[in-house]
């Protein structure tokens, strides 16, 4: 079974940036969807971006336009490129992949505080 190893979270002022990255133990198709969710506190966990065949797929409104989803096959890694953070997309982001089911990472922390 692949594992996901997320990296990249952590405490960033408001309008700040981070990058985060989930590298998988070993290849995975390119045509089977990887991408993040979130989980705030008390929320439910929520989809952010998602990837297929190497082609933007979605991204929920609130992160269009500041969240950037992207893939290098060959470091197998997907990575979401936050900017412009703001405290409401405070959470734990979980990396997954559509791969022999649906596998998660264990969640990276991201706080957006002043």
């Known amino acids: 079974q692949v594992q996901l190893v997320e990296s990249g979270g952590g405490l960033v002022e408001p309008g700040g940036s981070l990058r985060l990255s989930c590298r998988a133990s070993r290849s995975i198709p390119n045509a089977a969807a990887m991408g993040w969710f979130r989980q705030a506190p008390g929320k439910q966990r929520e989809p952010v971006a998602n990837?297929?065949?190497?082609?933007?797929?979605y991204y929920s409104e609130s992160v269009k336009g500041r969240f950037t989803i992207s893939r290098d096959n060959a470091k197998n890694t997907v990575y979401l490129q936050m900017n412009s953070l703001k405290p409401e997309d405070t959470a734990v982001y979980f990396c997954?992949?559509?791969?022999?089911?649906?596998?998660w990472g264990q969640g990276t922390q991201v706080t957006v505080s002043s």
């Open positions: 990837l297929v065949s190497g082609r933007d797929l």
């Open positions: 997954f992949a559509n791969v022999q089911g649906t596998v």
